[in-house]
């Protein structure tokens, strides 16, 4: 089945959906995005998705560029054309076409763009054993809650962590660490309290870790959410991660440093059952 793009309000195969090159989003990063999972044609946590969507928006002072229900509407036909009840969905929205000049220009209508992708799951393999990751210096800038598509000092730690063969890299600002360069990050301390940076600026507050933290203090874990630095966690009793295309990725090694006695841990597991069943609650999928 040909693949088909959504591209300012028409459906185009895949390798002719394109932008105009004065796109502002193409000059200046000037745009944001999300990226949602869909099982059996059901996308997870839209509510969620689309308030962030929104609220990234309006950080930007970039208009809807229709509603959200009637994206919805050309969400369902896009899915439908591509033939896939699985995959993810990228919704990318810019300022729009002007000529190049860095303030707002008057009257430019937003992009908008979508496209859909297989789905994008963890191997069996990184869920049973964990994964490894390295730290980096967290060089991004000071609105990490807006989901920009200025991902560049993401793209090159993430490169890093790949040329270490490591599956995410940890972004260290001072010392303490942030998130992951495309996902949340946790630690278990070995008092069992599960601990992750705050929801402020300094981080993207993922759809992912919401419901995680929901779920994780429904079911009795002590949630705190806190700055930890760089050595708590290489002495902590478990570590993960979390994002719409990792679930909840379980860590067991930070530098080439054993976290815990270096398996997957039991919170963790716990966490990741729990979202899975989750998953499964909404999408009648079973991951
Ligand atoms: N932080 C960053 C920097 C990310 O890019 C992502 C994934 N886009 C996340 C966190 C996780 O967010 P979510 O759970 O909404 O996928």
Not at 74 to 79: D, G, H, Q
Not at 145 to 164: F, G, W
Not at 196 to 222: C, M, Q, S, W, Y
Not at 254 to 273: C, M, S
């Amino acid at each position: 089945m040909t693949r088909i793009s959504y591209v300012n309000g028409a459906y185009e195969p895949h390798p002719y959906a394109v932008v105009h090159i004065e796109d502002r989003g193409y000059q200046f990063s000037d745009g944001i995005y999300e990226y949602i999972a869909f099982y059996n044609h059901t996308l997870v946590d839209a509510d969620l998705h689309f308030k962030r969507l929104e609220r990234s928006l309006r950080e930007l002072q970039i208009a809807l560029p229709m509603s959200i229900r009637s994206m919805g509407i050309v969400i369902r036909e896009l899915i439908e054309r591509n033939g896939r009840a699985d995959g993810g969905l990228y919704i990318q929205i810019t300022r729009g076409v002007a000529k190049r000049d860095h303030a707002f220009p008057k009257h430019t209508t937003p992009s908008l763009v979508m496209t859909v992708c297989q789905a994008k799951l963890p191997k069996e393999k990184e869920v049973r054993e964990g994964v490894k990751v390295i730290t980096q210096p967290d060089i991004r800038w000071g609105r990490r809650d807006i989901k920009s598509v200025s991902l560049l000092a993401n793209i090159l730690a993430k490169q890093k962590a790949s040329e270490k063969h490591a599956r995410e890299a940890w972004l260290v600002d001072g010392d303490i660490i942030s998130e992951g360069s495309a996902s949340n990050s946790y630690i278990v301390t070995k008092a069992g309290e599960l601990v992750t940076h705050p929801a402020n600026e300094f981080i993207l507050g993922g759809i992912t870790r919401d419901v995680v933290l929901r779920l994780a203090r429904k079911n009795g874990i002590k949630v705190s959410e806190r700055a930890f630095s760089v050595a708590e966690a290489k002495k902590a009793a478990e570590a993960f991660l979390t994002s719409t295309s990792a679930n909840v990725l379980p860590v067991v090694e930070i530098d080439g440093i054993k976290v815990g006695d270096g398996k997957v841990g039991v919170i963790t597991r716990q966490l990741n059952t729990l979202y899975t069943a989750h998953i499964f609650k909404q999408t009648g999928k079973q991951l």
